[in-house]
């Protein structure tokens, strides 16, 4: 019981400010509407008991990608395009789209029969995590630095002034 | 669970956790700075409000609270008002994983170092959005100047962090602390690591020699010159809070928390925090400042490749010692 | 009543849709990024509810979340990398206006 009264306060955080992030006029003001939203998603990270994942969340989303938007933002013309339409004209059309695939989505996620597990759970840890990436998904692991590097590589080079 | 009981437990811990830092944390620690600053200086600090100046930072309090607010007119009046609140609420929810005794924490996370990672992470959401919503060029630019500041230390905190979490094999406070009973503290395993972590943590508070956002003398005061009042004392207690809690969070990872012979434990860990707030006092009032370029060569070509190295060298030392 | 995996697929879908939303309607390169992060949160909710409901003795689907959340970094950073440098050359960030090759 005490879980229905999180998750149903953690879903209306989330859903609320990603309203606003998404419909809001003022731009920082949307920017800034994401980390809300994020620490929502943390909570509910948390809820379903996976914390390493809950603390890499807040590390990176809410810590340092919210910062590299409002970084651009300030950089870009945020500062003076503060005035400016946000939205363009595709809004009916964009509704309809996002209304569509959302019934979709959710009639499909209700109807089907999901083979749900009924074992205890273990305990999640964040060595767990460490072993996993080590020994089985190792190749994971190797690919996602390598995809690292050549991002941040790529973003240095493009992002650079040209002199 | 009975979630009832473990609100309760939660917001009285909150209460005190706050009431202890609002009142020794921050208003200690600034009358504090200021007696120490005074003592490097040759001179006397704060001497006429109570007995030996100790009633100072009341009264700075009490001139700060009565003082108007005021909003520039032109700014964002919501992003304006709660950007001290991230702030403040970031510095006091690090104080959660910090051990002050064997148990005596809030609560004891199975990621308590991540945590107070991600936490220090999020003070530059706010610094960013107050710099930005004062619709002041010096703000803006002192907020810009902060936020790249503060997100360029974070690499090199991480590495210490990771360095000591592979000695002691976890990443929970308490855990860290016990690993340190069996094989000495870790400031004498982990020497670079405490000195990058102690280098990283006065840039991520924003202290001198790292303090250009702040700089009176050129930024006039930087992302707060528009706050007075209550949001000023606001973004001081959040930065003095987080200023602690790293001091706090060093004597965990390195100095060996609440470990000691004779005195409890929380007289320990309360003395050898107390050390490192010194040691950071005297700092401030030993070096002069750093300019950006300087400071941000000094985090990505110097602390970073360090911290990794010795990354690289711990784990060889653990694998095959 | 147990919140069970209905729940989070639910909330998700929501989330889904809102980024989507996003993505189609506004004018702001950096808003669209936006919506694409919201959409990237969303499929990670799901992986990891997947992960303790249907499968809990493995670690896969945190895994998984974690590589999502990298993965989303290196993009938004490469993405906004892009819109500086369109921003310096075309001196606009609406992408209603970014419509002839050569200027």
Same mark, same amino acid.
């Given at each position: 019981?005490?879980?229905?009264?999180?998750?149903?306060?953690?879903?209306?955080?989330?859903?609320?400010?990603?309203?606003?992030?998404?419909?809001?006029?003022?731009?920082?003001?949307?920017?800034?509407?994401?980390?809300?939203?994020?620490?929502?998603?943390?909570?509910?990270?948390?809820?379903?008991?996976? *914390?390493?994942?809950?603390?890499?969340?807040?590390?990176?989303?809410?810590?340092?990608?919210?910062?590299?938007?409002?970084?651009?933002?300030?950089?870009?013309?945020?500062?003076?395009? =503060? %005035?400016? %339409?946000?939205?363009? *004209?595709?809004?009916?059309?964009?509704?309809?789209?996002?209304?569509?695939?959302?019934?979709?989505?959710?009639?499909?996620?209700? %109807?089907?029969?999901?083979?749900?597990?009924? *074992?205890?759970?273990?305990?999640?840890?964040?060595?767990?995590?460490?072993?996993?990436? =080590?020994?089985?998904?190792?190749?994971?692991?190797?690919?996602?630095?390598?995809?690292?590097?050549?991002?941040?590589?790529?973003?240095?080079?493009?992002? @650079?002034? *040209? @002199? | 669970?009975?979630?009832?009981?473990?609100?309760?437990?939660?917001?009285?811990?909150?209460?005190?956790?706050?009431?202890?830092?609002?009142?020794? &944390?921050?208003?200690?620690?600034?009358?504090?700075?200021?007696?120490? $600053? &005074? /003592?490097?200086?040759?001179?006397?600090?704060?001497?006429?409000?109570?007995?030996? &100046?100790?009633?100072?930072?009341?009264?700075?309090?009490?001139?700060?609270?009565?003082?108007?607010?005021?909003?520039?007119?032109?700014?964002?009046? #919501?992003?304006?008002?709660?950007?001290?609140?991230?702030?403040?609420?970031? &510095?006091?929810?690090?104080?959660?994983?910090?051990?002050?005794?064997?148990?005596?924490?809030?609560?004891?996370?199975?990621?308590?170092?991540?945590?107070?990672?991600?936490?220090?992470?999020?003070?530059?959401?706010?610094?960013? +959005?107050?710099?930005?919503?004062?619709?002041?060029?010096?703000?803006?630019?002192?907020?810009?100047?902060?936020?790249?500041?503060?997100?360029?230390?974070?690499?090199?905190? +991480?590495?210490?962090?990771?360095?000591?979490?592979?000695?002691? $094999?976890?990443?929970?406070?308490?855990?860290?602390?016990?690993?340190?009973?069996?094989?000495?503290?870790?400031?004498?395993?982990?020497?670079?690591?405490?000195?990058?972590?102690?280098? #990283?943590?006065?840039?991520?508070?924003?202290?001198?020699?790292?303090?250009?956002?702040?700089?009176?003398?050129?930024?006039? +005061? $930087?992302?707060?010159?528009?706050?007075?009042?209550?949001?000023? #004392?606001?973004?001081?207690? $959040?930065?003095?809070?987080?200023?602690?809690?790293?001091?706090?969070?060093?004597?965990?990872?390195?100095?060996?928390?609440?470990?000691?012979?004779?005195?409890?434990?929380?007289?320990?860990?309360?003395?050898?925090?107390?050390?490192?707030?010194?040691?950071?006092?005297?700092?401030? /009032?030993?070096?002069?400042?750093?300019?950006?370029?300087?400071?941000?060569?000094?985090?990505?070509?110097?602390?970073?490749?360090?911290?990794?190295? /010795?990354?690289?060298?711990?784990?060889?030392?653990?694998?095959?010692? | 009543?147990?919140?069970?995996?209905?729940?989070?697929?639910?909330?998700?879908?929501?989330?889904?849709?809102?980024?989507?939303?996003?993505?189609?309607?506004?004018?702001?390169?950096?808003?669209?990024?936006?919506?694409?992060?919201?959409?990237?949160?969303?499929?990670?909710?799901?992986? !990891?509810?997947?992960?303790?409901?249907?499968?809990?003795?493995?670690?896969?689907?945190?895994?998984?979340?974690?590589?999502?959340?990298?993965?989303?970094?290196?993009?938004?950073?490469?993405?906004?990398?892009? !819109?500086?440098?369109?921003?310096?050359?075309?001196?606009? !960030?609406?992408?209603?206006?970014?419509?002839?090759?050569?200027?």
């Amino acid at each position: 019981m005490g879980e229905l009264a999180v998750f149903i306060i953690l879903s209306a955080i989330t859903l609320v400010s990603a309203v606003v992030v998404v419909t809001s006029g003022n731009i920082v003001r949307s920017a800034l509407s994401l980390v809300p939203t994020f620490l929502g998603v943390t909570g509910f990270y948390i809820l379903l008991q996976a *914390e390493f994942v809950a603390g890499i969340q807040v590390l990176i989303y809410a810590g340092a990608i919210t910062v590299l938007i409002l970084f651009v933002i300030m950089l870009t013309e945020g500062g003076t395009g =503060l %005035r400016v %339409r946000q939205i363009n *004209e595709q809004v009916p059309m964009s509704i309809l789209a996002s209304a569509a695939l959302a019934l979709l989505l959710i009639s499909v996620f209700i %109807r089907a029969p999901w083979p749900t597990a009924k *074992e205890a759970l273990p305990q999640y840890t964040a060595s767990g995590i460490g072993e996993a990436l =080590l020994t089985n998904l190792v190749l994971v692991f190797e690919v996602t630095s390598l995809v690292l590097l050549v991002a941040l590589m790529g973003a240095i080079i493009i992002a @650079r002034r *040209e @002199r | 669970m009975n979630w009832g009981l473990e609100i309760a437990k939660a917001v009285g811990l909150a209460v005190v956790m706050f009431t202890f830092l609002a009142v020794v &944390g921050a208003m200690f620690g600034v009358l504090l700075e200021r007696k120490i $600053g &005074g /003592w490097i200086q040759s001179r006397l600090g704060p001497k006429h409000v109570g007995p030996q &100046g100790l009633l100072q930072t009341i009264a700075d309090t009490v001139k700060l609270l009565q003082k108007e607010h005021i909003t520039p007119r032109a700014a964002d009046v #919501a992003i304006f008002n709660t950007a001290p609140l991230i702030v403040a609420v970031a &510095g006091l929810m690090d104080w959660i994983v910090i051990p002050f005794g064997p148990t005596l924490i809030v609560r004891d996370l199975n990621i308590g170092v991540l945590f107070f990672a991600a936490m220090a992470s999020l003070t530059v959401v706010g610094i960013l +959005a107050g710099g930005f919503a004062s619709n002041n060029k010096y703000s803006l630019l002192g907020g810009l100047r902060s936020a790249s500041q503060m997100i360029s230390y974070e690499l090199p905190m +991480a590495a210490a962090f990771i360095a000591v979490a592979m000695q002691a $094999g976890t990443l929970s406070t308490v855990g860290i602390v016990n690993a340190q009973a069996q094989r000495g503290w870790f400031v004498l395993w982990q020497f670079p690591a405490f000195v990058i972590f102690l280098i #990283a943590a006065t840039a991520e508070v924003n202290r001198v020699p790292f303090d250009l956002p702040e700089a009176e003398s050129e930024l006039v +005061a $930087g992302y707060f010159s528009e706050y007075t009042g209550m949001r000023f #004392a606001l973004f001081q207690l $959040g930065e003095y809070a987080e200023m602690f809690g790293m001091a706090a969070m060093a004597t965990t990872l390195f100095l060996g928390g609440w470990r000691g012979p004779l005195l409890p434990p929380i007289i320990w860990f309360l003395l050898k925090m107390y050390l490192i707030v010194f040691f950071l006092m005297w700092m401030r /009032w030993t070096y002069p400042r750093l300019r950006l370029d300087h400071l941000l060569n000094l985090s990505w070509k110097l602390l970073l490749p360090a911290g990794l190295i /010795w990354i690289l060298i711990t784990g060889f030392v653990i694998t095959f010692f | 009543m147990q919140v069970g995996l209905t729940h989070y697929l639910v909330l998700s879908a929501l989330l889904f849709c809102l980024g989507l939303y996003a993505m189609l309607s506004r004018r702001n390169a950096v808003a669209i990024l936006m919506g694409i992060e919201l959409m990237l949160n969303a499929a990670n909710i799901n992986l !990891v509810a997947f992960n303790k409901y249907v499968a809990p003795t493995a670690l896969n689907g945190q895994v998984f979340a974690l590589v999502v959340i990298t993965l989303a970094a290196c993009e938004a950073g490469v993405g906004l990398a892009l !819109v500086m440098a369109a921003y310096r050359n075309l001196e606009t !960030v609406h992408v209603d206006e970014i419509n002839i090759m050569k200027w």
